[in-house]
């Protein structure tokens, strides 16, 4: 990430944490003042957006140090452990608020729930409003950035604005006469975020395995090779994600007249070619085989 891409997501950042405190202060008011256990839930949710926009902007931060002695690859899996950590903050939120709402209704009798005020019903439709606002800001930052931390935050925040809709419904419906269904909607909003939190950590993890590219990334990676002048084939071709970086490993087979020079600047157009198509390739090694010699021939001989 360049820096002009991380003042962007820092910037993101900054106005996602301003609007949260402010909306979370409004909901949580809401929600303790207008009795409603789904707004108040709803503002926690929210504060814990809080935090995860801070532990996102912390992971742009270190993934974009530059290489060192203790990190020759550079940082960018900083981003992926960031947007774990992320996960886990949402998944705890969640299933503390799914159990607080199913212990409410195995204990209670529901006549005595509270019925929640107007300014609960208010709070939930500014809820949905802000945070679809907040989400294509952020969706929209993240995307010029490049962010994967910044893109899952963006989506935190989706989430939260259909949990909203969750808080609206339970709302309304304990206003017109079914209490039990305040405490419902809780539940269903805990069920919002622990999937999130679930997609979140998926996503990361695959960056973080040494997963491939997409098929549609390797083959245009293969034409591109395949383009270069001299080359006669691709023996091999392996990708593999680096946090939101590609490292490129290919095996390419040339004329075998070619002299040790003449291979060696194939190799390095190869090389060049890649990581000017793809901005997200960090690096491209280039191994060159004589055209016509399996490869593993080539090793037999050389031990030999």
């Known amino acids: 990430m360049s820096k002009e891409k991380e003042k962007i997501a820092m910037r993101a950042g900054r106005n996602s944490i301003i609007v949260n405190i402010l909306l ?15 707004m108040v839930s709803d503002a926690v949710h ?9 532990v996102a902007m912390i992971g742009i931060k270190l993934s974009n140090k ?9 940082h960018e899996r900083f981003e992926s452990v960031a947007t774990l950590i992320l996960a886990g903050l949402i998944l705890a ?62 989506w935190h925040s989706r989430v939260d604005g259909l949990s909203s809709i969750g808080s609206f419904v339970g709302i309304l419906g304990a206003m017109l006469g079914f209490p039990v269904m305040d405490s419902i909607a809780a539940i269903i ?16 993890l695959k960056k973080m395995t040494d997963r491939a590219c997409d098929d549609e990334t390797v083959e245009a990676m293969r034409k591109v090779i395949l383009d270069q002048e001299h080359v006669k084939d691709i023996d091999q071709l392996k990708t593999r994600l680096f946090g939101n970086k590609i490292y490129v490993d290919v095996e390419i087979s040339v ?15 190869v090389h060049d070619a890649i990581e000017d198509e793809f901005e997200k390739v ?15 021939e080539v090793k037999s001989e050389n031990n030999a």
């Open 24 to 38: 979370s202060a409004f909901k949580l008011f809401a929600g303790i003042f207008a009795n409603s256990a789904a």
């Open 282 to 296: 960090k690096h491209c090694s280039v191994h060159v085989n004589p055209f016509g010699v399996d490869a593993g």
């Open 93 to 154: 939120v969640g299933g503390g608020i799914g159990w607080a709402a199913i212990q409410r209704i195995i204990a209670g009798d529901f006549g005595e729930l509270a019925i929640p005020g107007m300014l609960a019903l208010v709070a939930a439709v500014v809820s949905i409003a802000v945070k679809e606002g907040i989400y294509w800001y952020m969706r929209a930052a993240a995307k010029r950035a490049d962010s994967t931390a910044l893109m899952a935050d963006a």
């Open 66 to 74: 530059e290489a060192d002695k203790d990190h020759p690859y550079g």
């Open 46 to 54: 929210s504060i814990a957006d809080l935090f995860s926009t801070v």
């Open 189 to 204: 909003i805990s069920a919002f975020i622990i999937r999130c939190a679930v997609s979140i950590a998926v996503e990361a």
């Open 255 to 269: 004329d075998a007249n070619h002299t040790l020079i003449e291979a060696h600047d194939i190799a390095h157009n």
